[in-house]
């Protein structure tokens, strides 16, 4: 029985209220698109959470590895220039 | 318009909705993939619901005081007006679709159309069921297709419910003396003409399910008069009614 | 243990006891990993099973309002248990080898739905000790160290909160209603209270899990922590009711602002542990039958999405 193709795994994404990203809530099983859309309705929106609703296959997604987390993330942290604070105005100037 | 026949008429949408969430509400745990039994769960709750908002306006029709429980928990099988294809159980889950699927094409037209009736009241728990009904319909559209248009076991556990259940889908849009009454008062559509949008979503849908519509079949009636129910209602109002039978008249 | 091993092994710990979180691709030592997917998995188990004994129910719930309130909460715990499964899919097995698991014996879930559900007020009785119980665990478990686990513990308690408020509503009900009502309730807390204990484990001293999983944060608190502090929330909620927790050394202790109770049956435990409770062999086989009469359908299903990808992909090779 479990060489039986199992519905594969989709990855749900909900936008909470218009003006908002949609974001990730969790997973669920589903043979296709349509059902992934429809279980993730009746899976994740139970009590109003959402407004719209994006699903993908979990396979086709493609992270970034941990083990490079240091080489990815960590130059940004002395980038203070990218940060506003980093300019210093007198206090008179306003709206800036 | 004859008060009686407005009551029959809630009384018939009110145990529609209220048997096959009863029936759906027998999968709760059992369904075939948990997504599903949610899914199915979620459908059942609807139509609870709606069996609530109907019952309870049958009951301020009727003028005597009885509450949503009291129509649901006291009446026995003669005085239950759902129609037949709703009662019967469940099966295997090709019959649980099968049944859904012939049901909720009829709710679909009939409540789109009850969205215009002259009663204010039906109008609005029509416009808020029909939303719910839409979906339903989607639902068991898409698995109707899916299950015909699976496997060759699937597609013939298909045939085979569609075979069982068909003899009860012409009670659906059969006209009664209720049913002209209601469309003299505009409170109901005519049911020839939701007959005719019934009949063509059944057939494509069938169609597109790879199915085929049994011919000439005798068709069943006598659920929505209450003349003749199946044996399975009172089954169903056994287990419904347990509880209040067992210990009459108290608060729960 | 090699060098690089022990060198990410100290790192870990190092993260834990920081309490960061760790997240599906980070490195993680075997054994935590093994410990979460039991944990995870036995968590999801309980969610699905559970659904068993209240779902008996659902067909004779005595009114309509009640009805919808059950099937929503047994709904709810379908999606907890899908959640959970989730959490657990991050680990790298798949839903259907933890099903496999259950099915086959290895896999535990929660002894407490090995018990029968008998009457009405059971439903009332499920929903405030079954769920009040959990909801002790599954607070400490939102800070759990596992970043999947936590994030599905926090929309689980999210979405309890009425499941214990449900419960309890019925048993009031029933306790400002007649003597018949009123003894159905006692009798319902009598079968319910014992069980209801054990559903934290066993005690301290005989855990064999508690202590690593308390170094790696996955458990905040331990099994005694956890029952004590479900006794002194529950026996005054108990005493609203009008009802007497069946337990005759129950009494409040001053010195150690604590309820001190009396010694649960072990033995009963490990028993039903074992498989030897009431409704053990029942439970597993409701949940076999269901996995098996739904194969037909989730492989039609499969064959169906093929299907039409095919002819998707023939539709757009035959335009180009």
């Excluded at chain 3, 005595?62 to 715990?77: C, G, H, M, N, T």
């Amino acid at each position: 029985m479990t060489n039986k193709k199992n519905w594969p795994l989709w990855e749900v994404f909900i936008r909470s209220k218009n003006g908002l990203s949609h974001k990730h809530a969790g997973s669920l099983h589903a043979a296709d698109a349509e059902m992934a859309i429809e279980n993730a309705r009746d899976v994740y929106t139970r009590r109003s959470e959402g407004v719209s609703i994006w699903v993908v296959e979990s396979r086709y997604i493609t992270a970034s590895s941990p083990n490079q987390a240091e080489s990815l993330f960590d130059p940004a942290d002395d980038k203070v220039y990218r940060h506003p604070t980093f300019y210093n105005l007198p206090d008179e100037v306003k709206h800036i | 318009m004859p008060h009686s026949a407005f009551f029959e008429y809630l009384l018939r949408l009110g145990d529609n909705a209220l048997i096959l969430g009863h029936r759906l509400s027998e999968w709760c745990g059992h369904g075939p993939i948990l997504e599903q039994d949610i899914a199915m769960t979620n459908i059942a709750l609807d139509q609870v619901g709606q069996a609530r908002s109907l019952l309870q306006y049958a009951g301020q029709v009727e003028g005597k005081g009885r509450t949503e429980d009291q129509l649901a928990y006291l009446r026995d099988v003669g005085d239950y007006r759902n129609v037949l294809l709703v009662e019967q159980p469940n099966g295997d889950f090709a019959h649980t679709i099968t049944r859904q699927f012939l049901f909720d094409a009829f709710n679909y037209f009939q409540f789109e159309a009850l969205k215009q009736s002259s009663d204010e009241h039906l109008r609005a728990i029509a416009a808020k069921s029909f939303k719910e009904i839409a979906y339903h319909l989607r639902y068991s559209s898409e698995w109707m297709i899916r299950l015909g248009d699976g496997t060759e076991e699937s597609h013939q556990r298909m045939q085979a419910a569609l075979e069982d259940l068909w003899m009860f889908s012409g009670e659906l849009t059969e006209v009664t003396e209720v049913d002209e009454l209601m469309l003299e008062t505009g409170v109901a559509p005519d049911l020839r003409s939701i007959k005719k949008l019934y009949d063509e979503k059944v057939a494509a849908i069938v169609q597109e399910a790879t199915l085929v519509l049994p011919a000439d079949t005798w068709m069943q009636s006598g659920g929505k008069t209450g003349q003749m129910h199946s044996e399975h209602l009172g089954f169903i109002l056994a287990e419904l009614q347990f509880v209040q039978r067992a210990y009459p008249g108290m608060e729960w | 243990m090699d060098p690089k091993q022990k060198a990410l092994a100290e790192q870990f710990q190092a993260r834990i006891d920081a309490d960061e979180k760790i997240e599906p691709k980070d490195w993680m030592p075997d054994a935590y990993r093994k410990t979460l997917i039991r944990q995870i998995s036995q968590h999801a188990h309980s969610e699905v099973v559970g659904m068993l004994p209240e779902g008996n129910w659902v067909t004779r719930a005595p009114s309509l309002r009640r009805k919808v309130a059950l099937l929503a909460k047994i709904q709810d715990e379908a999606g907890h248990g899908l959640y959970l499964y989730g959490a657990a899919e991050t680990l790298g097995i798949d839903r259907e080898e933890l099903l496999e698991e259950l099915h086959t014996g290895k896999a535990k879930y929660s002894s407490i739905f090995n018990y029968p559900s008998l009457s009405w007020a059971d439903m009332g009785a499920i929903g405030w000790l079954v769920d009040g119980a959990a909801i002790m665990n599954q607070v400490m478990l939102t800070r759990t160290s596992y970043g999947p686990y936590a994030r599905a513990m926090v929309r689980i308690c999210k979405e309890e909160s009425f499941h214990q408020r449900q419960g309890y509503e019925i048993l009031l009900t029933l306790c400002r209603g007649t003597e018949a009502q009123k003894q159905m309730a006692q009798d319902s807390l009598n079968r319910w209270w014992w069980p209801s204990l054990m559903m934290f484990g066993p005690s301290d001293e005989a855990s064999t899990h508690t202590q690593q999983s308390m170094d790696w944060r996955i458990k905040r608190k331990t099994n005694d922590e956890l029952r004590q502090q479900f006794v002194d929330a529950t026996v005054p909620q108990a005493d609203f009711l009008g009802l007497t927790v069946p337990d005759p050394d129950l009494k409040w202790n001053e010195a150690r602002g604590h309820y001190d109770f009396g010694e649960i049956d072990w033995a009963e435990f490990w028993n039903v542990v074992k498989g030897n409770g009431p409704c053990n062999r029942q439970r597993m086989q409701a949940r076999i039958k269901a996995h098996e009469e739904g194969a037909w359908v989730r492989e039609a299903a499969m064959a169906y999405a093929e299907k039409r990808q095919k002819r998707q992909e023939e539709r757009k090779a035959a335009v180009a």
